[in-house]
């Protein structure tokens, strides 16, 4: 059973910057896409970007230019860099394991962190 540890989060100024970090234990962590969600207040949970195994990364079109995606292997970790943050970036960010080595969609994403705040004041 893979547990994922969400850290990173906190409060920061409109067009400030975070790093978020997904500490991964309990499985083959290298072989599979991971990716991050989040979800705001009375939202639905959404996609917000993943890398395969092979480093291939995909963003939702709202945070491309803003947010990079990164994963080191021998760590276990994935990271979120979160630029030119926004108001309307607050919400929980979620860290998440797919069971596929290749992006298969956000269905695809079925092992889950407990979550971190990000809260981007105006």
């Known amino acids: 059973q893979v547990q994922l540890v969400e850290s990173g989060g906190g409060l920061v100024q409109a067009g400030g910057s975070l790093r978020l970090s997904c500490a991964a234990s309990?499985?083959?962590?290298?072989?599979?896409?991971m990716g991050w969600f989040r979800q705001a207040p009375g939202e639905e949970r959404v996609f917000v970007a993943a890398i395969t195994r092979g480093s291939n990364t995909y963003y939702r079109d709202s945070v491309k230019g803003r947010f990079t995606i990164s994963r080191d292997n021998a760590k276990n970790t994935v990271y979120l860099q979160l630029n030119s943050l926004k108001p309307e970036d607050t919400a929980v960010y979620y860290c998440?394991?797919?069971?596929?080595?290749?992006?298969?969609?956000?269905?695809?994403?079925?092992?889950w962190g407990q979550g971190t705040q990000v809260t981007v004041s105006s």
């Open positions: 309990g499985g083959t962590f290298s072989r599979y896409t």
């Open positions: 998440a394991l797919s069971g596929t080595s290749n992006y298969m969609g956000p269905a695809a994403f079925g092992s």
